[in-house]
């Protein structure tokens, strides 16, 4: 469904009067409300989890010599959200990836004891981890000495519906979800205990089926000893 289909779907199953919209632009009254609800119950869904798998995307950007941080625009993501911790590579420009490292992740509190204090403050060589800065951006221990290729992984920023035609990038079998999360905030909004009922447990139940869908499957670690 695109954002006028789950404007008019959320309309019918609310229980609102009136034909069928045609447009969701320009709306006024309760159907605009209707509108809002749907775009803030979509957010929402985005929002629930930091790992969605249909949020997650790869990314490839160069890094310069003598350059330690880099926002999300700087490598080329127009819609961010997060970095994916686990997922950053390195090689040489210009080696094809042959020499392709992975990065382990460091914590920022550990990174700036360690890479953000004394000669290592500027000391350029091959870098070897990663970190996440509190303001997001990427840092690479140690400052780069060369350029190097990046391959990482990130999470897009929550989808907005502005347009008609948008549709949601979830799968179409959970489109209905976003429809029973607007119809818990229209129950809120016109006291109807009924319609809050519907919305919440639909809603649930729709939930746990796109966690299973698009969560990271859970697996066992190495052994301990």
Same mark, same amino acid.
């Given at each position: ?9 959320? +309309?019918d199953?609310? $229980?609102v009067?009136? *034909? ?14 209707? &509108?809002?609800?749907v775009?803030?119950? %979509?957010?929402?869904?985005?929002s629930?989890? !930091?790992? %969605? ?6 990314? !490839? ?5 003598? &350059? ?14 997060? %970095?994916?911790?686990d997922? /950053?590579?390195?090689?040489?420009? $210009? ?7 992975? @990065? ?9 004891? @360690? ?5 290592? +403050? ?5 870098? #070897? #981890?990663?970190?996440?800065d *509190?303001?997001?951006? @990427?840092? /690479? ?7 190097? &290729?990046?391959?990482?992984?990130? /999470? ?14 979830? *799968? ?16 809120? /909004? !016109?006291?109807?205990? !009924? ?14 089926? @796109?966690?299973?869908d ?12």
């Amino acid at each position: 469904m695109n954002l006028l289909a789950l404007v008019n779907r959320t +309309r019918d199953e609310c $229980g609102v009067s009136g *034909p069928a919209l045609t447009t969701a632009q320009n709306l006024t009254g309760e159907s605009a409300r209707i &509108k809002n609800w749907v775009n803030a119950a %979509w957010i929402d869904i985005q929002s629930t989890k !930091e790992d %969605w798998q249909f949020l997650r995307e790869t990314v !490839e950007f160069t890094t310069t010599a003598g &350059k330690q941080f880099y926002t999300a625009a700087e490598a080329g993501i127009d819609s961010f959200g997060n %970095w994916k911790r686990d997922s /950053f590579r390195a090689s040489t420009v $210009g080696s094809d990836y042959r020499d392709e490292q992975l @990065l382990n992740y460091m914590d920022w509190a550990t990174f700036r004891n @360690l890479y953000q204090y004394s000669n290592m +403050r500027h000391t350029q060589q091959r870098p #070897v #981890v990663v970190t996440i800065d *509190p303001a997001k951006k @990427l840092g /690479f221990g140690a400052i780069p000495n060369n350029a190097y &290729k990046i391959v990482a992984e990130y /999470f897009k920023a929550p989808q907005t519906l502005i347009a008609d035609t948008d549709t949601p990038i979830i *799968p179409e079998r959970f489109h209905s979800m976003i429809v029973y999360r607007a119809m818990v905030y229209y129950a809120g /909004f !016109e006291a109807a205990p !009924e319609v809050l009922a519907r919305g919440q447990f639909e809603f649930n139940r729709l939930m746990s089926r @796109l966690e299973i869908d698009q969560l990271p499957t859970m697996t066992n670690g190495p052994a301990l000893a």
